[in-house]
C-alpha cells in the first residue's frame, strides 16, 4: 500500500508541473504579443529620435518627374506642381511620421502600398484635402470625416474622431501599416484602425457602400513606394510636409 501510494503522489507531482509549465508558457506567449503590439504608436505619436529620413534634403534618394517638382526650404517640403514625389526604396511594414499644413484649398495626400507608380489608385492615400472656403460650404465627402477629407482613406474610410488644426497650422500624422491593419493617429488620436481582411469585395467597403477601388484591398500590395502627392487643387494652393520620418518594421 505504500508503494502504491508514493506512486500516486509522484504522479500528482509531476501533472502539476507539466500544467504549471504550460500555463507559464501560455502567459509569456500572451506577454510577448502584447509587447509587440505596445511598441506600435496606435494610438498616440512616436518618438522619431534616430528614425530614417523619408526624403533627404538633396532629394538624392527620391524620383522627381522634373527636377524643380518639389523642393525643400528648411526642412520643409513644398510641392511646385502637381506631380508625385516618390521614395526610390519600398515599403511593406512601417511607421511614418509627418506634419503637415493644408491652406484652403489644399488637395494632396500620401500614398503607400503602391503596386504601380504610374497607377495612383493602386495605392492606399492618406488623403490631405481642405477644402476651400468654410469646411461647411464643403459636400459632406470633402469635409473633415468624410471618405475624401483631410485624414481620409482617400475614397476608402473617413476619420473616426479626431480635431484637425486650422488652415494653416501643422497637423502631425503617423500612418502604421503591419500585415494586413493600418493605423493612423493624428494631432495625438487615433483616427482609423483598418484591417484590410475585412475588404473583400471590389469596388465595395464591407459595410457594402461604393469607393473608387476595383480590387478587393484585402489584395493590396504587400509593399512599394511611398508617395506625396502634388497641388491638386483648383486653385493651385501648394501642400508643405515636414519632419517626415519613417521605420521600417522588422518582418
Known amino acids: 500500500m505504500r508503494v502504491r501510494h508514493t506512486l500516486i503522489l509522484s ?7 507539466i500544467l504549471g509549465a504550460c500555463g507559464t508558457g501560455q502567459e509569456e506567449s500572451t506577454n510577448a504579443s502584447s509587447s509587440a503590439t505596445a511598441t506600435l504608436p496606435l494610438t498616440e505619436h512616436p518618438d522619431t529620435t534616430g528614425w530614417d529620413l523619408l526624403f533627404q534634403p538633396d532629394f538624392s534618394d527620391a524620383i522627381l518627374d522634373t527636377a524643380n517638382s518639389w523642393t525643400m526650404e528648411e526642412g520643409v517640403l513644398v510641392a511646385n506642381d502637381h506631380s508625385t514625389i516618390w521614395s526610390d526604396t519600398t515599403y511593406g511594414d512601417f511607421v511614418l511620421d509627418f506634419e503637415v499644413r493644408t491652406p484652403d484649398g489644399t488637395n494632396s495626400g500620401v500614398f503607400f502600398r503602391t503596386a504601380d507608380r504610374a497607377d495612383i489608385l493602386s495605392a492606399l492615400e492618406l488623403q490631405m484635402y481642405n477644402p476651400p472656403g468654410p469646411d461647411a460650404e464643403a459636400d459632406s465627402a470633402h469635409r473633415y470625416g468624410g471618405k475624401n477629407g483631410l485624414a481620409a482613406l482617400y475614397d476608402l474610410k473617413g ?5 484637425p488644426k486650422p488652415a494653416g497650422e501643422w497637423n502631425r500624422f503617423t500612418v502604421t501599416a503591419r500585415d494586413s491593419m493600418i493605423y493612423v493617429v493624428m ?16 469596388g465595395l467597403t464591407p459595410e457594402g457602400e461604393e469607393h473608387k477601388f476595383d480590387r478587393a484591398l484585402m489584395n493590396q500590395a ?3 513606394p511611398i508617395g506625396i502627392q502634388g497641388i491638386h487643387s483648383e486653385n493651385e494652393v501648394s501642400v508643405e510636409y515636414r519632419n517626415l520620418r519613417i521605420r521600417r518594421l522588422e518582418e
Open 222 to 224: 504587400e509593399s512599394g
Open 187 to 202: 494631432n495625438g488620436e487615433q483616427v482609423h484602425e483598418v484591417n484590410l481582411n475585412n475588404w473583400t469585395e471590389p
Open 159 to 163: 476619420p473616426t474622431g479626431g480635431t
Open 11 to 17: 504522479l500528482l507531482a509531476s501533472l502539476i508541473v
